[in-house]
């Protein structure tokens, strides 16, 4: 039976003291051959995969019935977005109970199902552990905030007011801005305090600079890995070291509130010690996979990180890339938009592929929860060329050196979403940004904005996935909790799997070359890149241990583009293309072809 949530912390941090030095743990290293590195990763978020019990709603049932498809399609890990205890502010990234499953995805005993059905498929299970923060209706928080001397205070961040304003009202303690907006601190007359939080006022930030903190969450991370699943995704785990006497953000306009995570947060001069110490205490008893989702976050820090001798994390999402189609002099953060140029695009993956070479592993995504869909984003969603694109765009990305991810959806070559109001959007960055912009500041008109939550808005990745043309798409019989797609009946699953063709049969045949004969190529071949400032076409080798090399050529316009790297005087041989026959003397609109290059 699970501790009450109340009192576990205590008993269990009496019980099992931080640091322990009587059961030390050798160093391993992380180089060489791992399980984590050949996986092909799926990502999953409940909410909109697969509604199971007819409310609208995607559920663990749901998930569970779909493992056929997910084994059919080739992966062998999940990644599973929040299923834990929340009153669901942030989508269930704001938990109340870490040793729960939300009411509305099911019981305990549907996720022990699941876990259970996916093991016999071959396929593992890695949790979205949050722990930067909780939900304000967690049962820490509200001790904490019940009175200053309440022994849960000190596991989040209250702090007195600044001074006042001209009216006598309470000013925060710094001007941190929230990353959903507004201000990231609110104001409790309870105690007269203030307590931070990064991202929604429901999700106040833990205090990692409290040992009973940091044990509480080993704890949990304990308790499930000793349940079966197999790893973690850590959410926003490197702002978890907050700067000694938390000041003010110099980058902050007096004027208004930031809009993003303050610099002085990422990457805090605490992390690594914590996720060395999360590892020690945690993941390294387990053969499990960690992966850390890190914003601001270069290659050489990523090295500290995931390093192969850092006894920290195996690998980190980070988010470089997903900056170049926004203009950093709009001054708006993500919420801007701009034409990507393919150099830049290249530099940033380039870079992270030659930096990390032979010191740490990397993940690869072009999809998540958090972003837009790729094929609208850096593709071309027309109907002529939504395919080929989705394809292209596939084959650039598995066959670089790292464990791939694919986001839900992205198999059948999902596309962005446009709703006309943004009452029917969901997401609160997107109805947060649209309300400060359009009718608190009045900066932008309501068409522009909208235009850039049909670029930029999270809710293109979170509307339900198309299963079949029937009403719903498949997800669910009744409507479900947000809106569909309007192409569902002609971009769906069923008729993917029906098509040799198809998207999905691509990411068949892409995920089966790396977990089979060329898994040497395209997990720990070498990564050489090509004609970086080509503008217009990515090019690059991986190069095997046995001599082989593997040319990737992707042409990511709708132009033709006349290549040849010298392609008739190595024996060239086709492995993978998007179209179905081969033209070495051109490559035609969204093109993507890999050869196997033997030296005469």
Known sequence: MRPCPGDFLFSAFSSYSLLRKEDPVAHTSNAGKQWW???????????????????????????????????????????????????????????????????????????????????????????????????DEHEWFVQSRSSKDNPYRDFYYWRDSSGTDENGNPLPPNNWGSE???RAWEY?????????????????????????VREAIYEMTRWWLDKGID????????????PEGLPDDPSVDPAKHSSSIPFVIENGTRVHEWMHEMNREAFSHYDCMTVGEMSATPPAEAIQYAGFESDELHMIFHFEHMGV?????????????????????????????????GKAWGSLYWNNHDQPRVVSRFGN????????????????????????????????????????????????????????????????????????????????????????????????????????????PTVNAADAQDRENSVFAYYQQLIKLRRGELKEHMVYGTFVPLDTEDADVYAYERHADNGEKLLIIANFTDQEQERTYELAAH??????????????????????????????
């Open 325 to 357: 189609d926004s203009d950093p002099e709009a001054g708006m953060g993500k919420w801007s938009l701009q034409k990507f140029d393919l150099r830049e695009l290249k530099e940033i993956l380039n870079s992270w592929q030659t930096e990390l070479a």
């Open 188 to 212: 409790d007359e309870t105690t007269d305090q203030w307590y931070l939080h990064m991202f929604s006022q429901k999700q106040p930030d833990l205090n990692w600079e409290n040992p009973k």
């Open 381 to 488: 969603d027309a109907e002529e060329y939504r395919e080929l694109s989705a394809k292209m765009l596939a084959t650039v990305l598995h066959f670089m050196q790292g464990t791939p991810y694919i986001y839900q959806g992205e198999e059948i070559g999902m596309t962005n979403v446009q709703f006309d109001s943004i009452e029917d959007y969901k997401d609160l960055d997107s109805i947060n940004f649209y309300h400060d912009m359009v009718t608190e500041q009045g900066t932008l008109t309501h068409e522009q904005a909208m235009e850039l939550i049909y670029a930029k808005g999270r809710d293109n990745a979170r509307t339900p996935v198309q299963w079949d043309s029937t009403e719903y798409a498949g997800f669910s019989t009744i409507e479900p909790w947000i809106g569909l797609n309007d192409n569902y």
């Open 571 to 600: 024996n060239p041989q086709l492995v993978i293309s998007n179209y179905s026959d081969d033209a070495h003397q051109t490559l035609r609109p969204y093109e993507a072809k890999v050869y196997k290059v033997l030296s005469n």
């Open 180 to 182: 959903f907006g507004g």
């Open 37 to 135: 590195k050949e996986a092909v990763v799926y990502q999953i978020w409940p909410r909109s995969f697969q509604d199971s019990n007819g409310d609208g709603i995607g559920d663990i049932p749901g998930i569970t019935s779909r493992i056929p498809y997910l084994a059919e399609l080739g992966i062998n890990v999940i990644w599973l977005s929040p299923v834990f205890g929340s009153p669901n502010d942030d989508m269930g990234y704001d938990i109340s109970d870490y040793h729960a499953i939300m009411t509305e995805f099911g019981t305990m005993n549907d996720f022990d199902r699941l876990l259970t059905t996916a093991h016999d498929n071959g396929i593992k299970i890695l949790m979205d552990m949050v722990a930067n923060h909780t939900s």
């Open 231 to 242: 790893g973690f995704r850590l959410d926003a785990i490197n702002i978890i070291s907050k």
